[in-house]
């Protein structure tokens, strides 16, 4: 079993990211990249987070999904700073002999970094505007799906 886990400013390649989790020989490989949405004049969203604490709360939540299911790997990358809408901000994937393990924990570790990774967002539109992301309600139900 192997995780790798990230927290940086710079931008990622999937390609690599997918690459090293079939290198790991197993039958199923999951993934989700997670784009920063448009749209309503939003300029950029900008995520703070505090390093030491979010970087080992990343490694809490994959290390939760590796004693969860049967894992090969893990490979998440999030993106802090400031990014444009179009920017990637976030990779997940998981690899295991099987998919439904694939699948399920890449699921689980998307809806638990969204609800339980500590990132504070703040939005900008192109009017001036700007505001702090609350968390919604539909994602916290998502995460309490999986306890």
């Not at 309503?40 to 979010?54: C, F, I, K």
């Not at 090969?72 to 993106?79: A, E």
């Not at 699948?103 to 969204?114: G, M, P, Q, V």
Request: glycine letters at 8%; a negative charge; proline letters at 4%.
């Amino acid at each position: 079993m192997s995780f790798f886990t990230s927290v940086t400013t710079e931008d990622f390649d999937p390609a690599p990211e997918l690459a090293a989790l079939e290198k790991l020989g197993g039958g199923g490989v999951a993934s989700f990249t997670g784009i920063v949405r448009g749209g309503e004049g939003l300029v950029s969203l900008h995520l703070d987070h505090y390093p030491a604490m979010t970087q080992a709360q990343v490694d809490r939540i994959a290390a939760d999904a590796m004693a969860r299911w049967p894992l090969l790997g893990i490979r998440i990358v999030h993106r802090v700073g400031t990014l444009l809408p179009g920017e990637r901000i976030v990779f997940v994937g998981t690899a295991s002999a099987r998919r439904t393990a694939a699948l399920e924990s890449c699921a689980f570790l998307i809806d638990w970094l969204k609800s339980h990774a500590p990132f504070w967002k703040k939005e900008t539109f192109d009017d001036g505007r700007q505001n702090w992301v609350e968390a919604k309600a539909e994602d916290n139900a998502k995460a309490a799906s999986w306890r």
